[in-house]
């Protein structure tokens, strides 16, 4: 009777922090100010933890919500408050995106009505056919592909100083 109950709170669960992630990533379409879009894509980053974590992943769960909503977002956040507050997409409150994200928003909609009333594929298996195993994962990433990690993030860095040298080159001109 317990175990049926926490099944189904498991995963009323799962579909509320999926579903949270989607909204937030919506909003993220057709907001206008940076600093509101920077916020929905850190509660979106934080409901996909929760996601991770409920699927038993607690590995990529706290990588997520560790490096993803603990540092880069803690960056982009200072990178967008370096910027200047009296742009002109600060003043409209929607984004032109709004129509299209909504017929976005029912056709998934639609999509995961007819995916939750028919039979759902099975979870996903390694090249094998094995399932998952996170301490294989965990060797592979920390092995192997710590470099590819490591050059992503050197690429975020390069992308905000690039953007910081538009906005200065930008200043300049509206100035001189």
């Not at 929760?50 to 803690?74: E, P, T």
């Not at 982009?76 to 742009?87: G, T």
């Not at 009505?113 to 996170?134: K, S, T």
């Amino acid at each position: 009777m317990i175990h049926d109950f926490l099944a189904h709170l498991e995963t009323l669960l799962l579909w509320g922090f999926a579903g949270c992630a989607f909204v937030s990533a919506s909003l993220m379409l057709v907001l206008r100010q940076p600093m509101r879009v920077a916020m929905a894509l850190v509660s979106c980053m934080v409901f996909l933890g929760g996601v991770y974590g409920l699927l038993g992943v607690h590995f990529i769960a706290a990588f997520q919500v560790l490096i993803y909503v603990g540092a880069v977002m803690v960056f982009m956040v200072y990178a967008i408050m370096l910027l200047d507050p009296r742009d002109e997409s600060a003043t409209a409150k929607y984004s032109k995106l709004l129509w299209p994200g909504i017929i976005g928003f029912a056709l998934l909609a639609e999509a995961l009505a007819v995916g939750y009333w028919n039979d759902l594929p099975h979870a996903p298996r390694g090249a094998l056919g094995e399932p998952f195993d996170i301490a294989r994962f965990s060797t592979a990433f920390l092995t192997e592909y710590w470099l590819h990690f490591e050059l992503t993030s050197v690429l975020l860095l390069a992308a905000v100083v690039a953007a910081l040298a538009v906005i200065k080159e930008n200043r300049r001109h509206e100035r001189g």
